[in-house]
C-alpha cells in the first residue's frame, strides 16, 4: 500500500507542476557571445495575486538566490552582483533580468518564480548559453574539369553559423571578368555579423599540354620572342665584329714587328759582312777604303 501512495503523490505533482510551467511565458534558450549582454525574461500569461518574484541561478548542488523583487521594497540583488546583474523592468506580472558581461561562468539555467497567493510559487526556466563564431575562413582553389575558381567560404561556432557566399557580379561565370570579387558573411544568433571580402583571379584558358595560359598571352609570348630573338642575333654580330677587330689589330702588329725583324737580320748581315770587309782590308793594306766603309755603316745603322 505504501508504494502506491508514493506513485500517486508523485504523479500529482508532476500535473500540478506542468500546469504552473503552462502560466509562465518565457525563453527556453537564449544566446549570448562573451563580453556582451543578455537578457532573461519571464512573464505571466494570467492575472494572478504576487507577492514576490525570484530570480535563481540552477547549480548541481541546489539554486542560489541572484536577485528578488516585491512591490513593497522594490528590486534588491544579492550581494556582490550589484555590478552584473540587475532587473530590466520590474512588474509584478513580467520581469526581466539583465547580466552584462557575459562570462563562461554565467552559462547555466535560471528560474523565475513567481510567489503568488495563495497557490505559491509558479516557477518558470529559461537557460543561458554562449554563442561562438570563429571565421570567416576563404579558400580558392583551382578546377580544371570544369576549368574555373573554386571559392570555399567556412566558419566555426555555436549553434552552427549561417555561411553566405557572394559574388558580386550578376552573372556568375568568371570567364567574363579579368577578376572577381567574391563576398563571405557568416552569422550565429546575437553575434554580430562578420564579412570578408577576397579578390578571385580570371580564369585561364588551358593549352593542349595542360599548361595554363592567360587569355591573350599567346600574342604578348610571341612578341616577347621576336624581342629575345632580335636582342640575341644583335649581341652575337657585335661580339663577331669585335673579335674580327681584334684579330685584325693583332695580325697587323704581328706584320710590323715581323717586317721590322727582317730589316734588323738584313742590315745585321750587311754589318758583318762590312766588318769582314774591313778586317780583310786592313790586313792587306787598303787603308783608303776606311772612311768609305764607315760612311756605309753609319748609313747603314740610322734607317733602324
Given at each position: 500500500?505504501?508504494?502506491?501512495v508514493?506513485?500517486s503523490?508523485?504523479?500529482?505533482?508532476?500535473?500540478?507542476?506542468?500546469?504552473?510551467?503552462?502560466?509562465?511565458?518565457?525563453?527556453?534558450?537564449?544566446?549570448?557571445?562573451?563580453?556582451?549582454?543578455?537578457?532573461?525574461?519571464?512573464?505571466?500569461?494570467?492575472?494572478?495575486?504576487?507577492l514576490?518574484?525570484?530570480?535563481?541561478?540552477?547549480?548541481?548542488v541546489?539554486?542560489?538566490?541572484?536577485?528578488?523583487?516585491?512591490?513593497?521594497?522594490?528590486?534588491?540583488?544579492?550581494?556582490?552582483?550589484?555590478?552584473?546583474?540587475?532587473?530590466?523592468?520590474e512588474?509584478?506580472?513580467?520581469?526581466?533580468?539583465?547580466?552584462?558581461?557575459?562570462?563562461?561562468?554565467?552559462?547555466?539555467?535560471?528560474?523565475?518564480?513567481?510567489?503568488?497567493?495563495?497557490?505559491?510559487?509558479?516557477?518558470?526556466?529559461?537557460?543561458?548559453?554562449?554563442?561562438?563564431?570563429?571565421?570567416?575562413?576563404?579558400?580558392v582553389?583551382?578546377?580544371?574539369s570544369?576549368?574555373?575558381?573554386?571559392?570555399?567560404?567556412?566558419?566555426?561556432?555555436?549553434?552552427?553559423?549561417?555561411?553566405?557566399?557572394?559574388?558580386?557580379?550578376?552573372?556568375?561565370?568568371f570567364?567574363?571578368?579579368?577578376?572577381?570579387?567574391?563576398?563571405?558573411?557568416?552569422?550565429?544568433?546575437?553575434?554580430?555579423?562578420?564579412?570578408?571580402?577576397?579578390?578571385?583571379?580570371?580564369?585561364?584558358?588551358?593549352s593542349?599540354?595542360?599548361?595554363?595560359?592567360?587569355?591573350?598571352?599567346?600574342?604578348?609570348?610571341?612578341?616577347?620572342?621576336?624581342?629575345?630573338?632580335?636582342?640575341?642575333?644583335?649581341?652575337?654580330?657585335?661580339?663577331?665584329?669585335?673579335?674580327?677587330?681584334?684579330?685584325?689589330?693583332?695580325?697587323y702588329?704581328?706584320?710590323?714587328?715581323?717586317?721590322?725583324?727582317?730589316?734588323?737580320?738584313?742590315?745585321?748581315?750587311?754589318?758583318?759582312?762590312?766588318?769582314?770587309?774591313?778586317?780583310?782590308?786592313?790586313h792587306?793594306?787598303?787603308?783608303?777604303m776606311?772612311?768609305?766603309?764607315?760612311?756605309?755603316?753609319?748609313?747603314?745603322?740610322i734607317?733602324?
Amino acid at each position: 500500500m505504501f508504494p502506491r501512495v508514493i506513485t500517486s503523490c508523485f504523479l500529482i505533482t508532476t500535473i500540478l507542476q506542468t500546469g504552473q510551467f503552462a502560466l509562465i511565458e518565457t525563453k527556453e534558450t537564449v544566446w549570448a557571445a562573451v563580453g556582451d549582454q543578455a537578457s532573461l525574461s519571464c512573464r505571466l500569461t494570467e492575472d494572478k495575486d504576487v507577492l514576490q518574484i525570484t530570480w535563481q541561478k540552477v547549480h548541481p548542488v541546489g539554486e542560489k538566490n541572484l536577485a528578488t523583487y516585491t512591490k513593497k521594497f522594490g528590486s534588491r540583488v544579492s550581494s556582490g552582483l550589484e555590478e552584473k546583474m540587475d532587473f530590466q523592468y520590474e512588474s509584478l506580472q513580467s520581469c526581466s533580468m539583465v547580466i552584462r558581461k557575459v562570462t563562461e561562468q554565467d552559462e547555466g539555467c535560471y528560474r523565475c518564480l513567481f510567489n503568488t497567493y495563495p497557490k505559491g510559487a509558479l516557477i518558470g526556466w529559461t537557460c543561458l548559453k554562449l554563442c561562438e563564431l570563429h571565421g570567416p575562413f576563404i579558400d580558392v582553389s583551382r578546377s580544371n574539369s570544369p576549368p574555373g575558381s573554386v571559392v570555399t567560404c567556412s566558419a566555426t561556432g555555436r549553434p552552427v553559423p549561417m555561411v553566405t557566399l557572394t559574388v558580386l557580379h550578376q552573372n556568375l561565370s568568371f570567364s567574363h571578368y579579368n577578376t572577381s570579387r567574391v563576398g563571405c558573411s557568416v552569422s550565429v544568433q546575437t553575434a554580430a555579423l562578420r564579412e570578408l571580402l577576397v579578390i578571385v583571379p580570371g580564369l585561364t584558358e588551358t593549352s593542349g599540354d595542360g599548361l595554363d595560359v592567360e587569355p591573350g598571352s599567346s600574342s604578348i609570348i610571341v612578341g616577347l620572342s621576336v624581342v629575345a630573338t632580335l636582342l640575341f642575333v644583335v649581341c652575337v654580330s657585335a661580339l663577331i665584329s669585335l673579335l674580327l677587330r681584334k684579330w685584325a689589330e693583332k695580325r697587323y702588329f704581328c706584320y710590323t714587328i715581323s717586317g721590322r725583324l727582317h730589316h734588323f737580320s738584313k742590315c745585321f748581315n750587311q754589318l758583318i759582312n762590312i766588318c769582314m770587309m774591313k778586317i780583310s782590308l786592313y790586313h792587306t793594306g787598303r787603308k783608303k777604303m776606311h772612311w768609305i766603309i764607315w760612311r756605309k755603316i753609319i748609313f747603314i745603322v740610322i734607317p733602324l
